[in-house]
Nanobody, 119 residues
Framework: QVQLVESGGGLVQAGGSLMLSCAAS????????MGWYRQAPGKQRELVAR???????NYAESVKGRFTISRDNAMNTVYLQMNSLKPEDTGVYYC?????????????WGQGTQVTVSS
């Protein structure tokens, strides 16, 4: 079984910064893509940022210029640097990864980490 564990969430004032991390553990061949999603109170889960094949990145329009996704392939870890945070960024942030296992692909989700931005 493969697990994704997020960390780094917390309470921050508007304009502040947080860095989230997500580490994959378990038995697998490789990770093809990783990303971050969030679920705000009363809303559905939505894509925030992801790493595409070849190392390219994609961001939601609302976070462009403020958030940066990065990946440490050797450590099987993805990060989300969040700057200039706004109250609208509040929500539970979930790590997602497409993981190659022997004979299978697994769309894997972390448990989520809470981010709260106050003003």
């Amino acid at each position: 079984q493969v697990q994704l564990v997020e960390s780094g969430g917390g309470l921050v004032q508007a304009g502040g910064s947080l860095m989230l991390s997500c580490a994959a553990s378990g038995s697998f061949v490789s990770i093809t893509a990783m990303g971050w999603y969030r679920q705000a109170p009363g809303k559905q889960r939505e894509l925030v940022a992801r790493t595409a094949s070849g190392g390219s990145t994609n961001y939601a329009e609302s976070v462009k210029g403020r958030f940066t996704i990065s990946r440490d392939n050797a450590m099987n870890t993805v990060y989300l640097q969040m700057n200039s945070l706004k109250p609208e960024d509040t929500g539970v942030y979930y790590c997602n990864a497409m993981i190659k296992m022997t004979g299978a692909l697994r769309d894997t989700w972390g448990q989520g980490t809470q981010v709260t931005v106050s003003s």
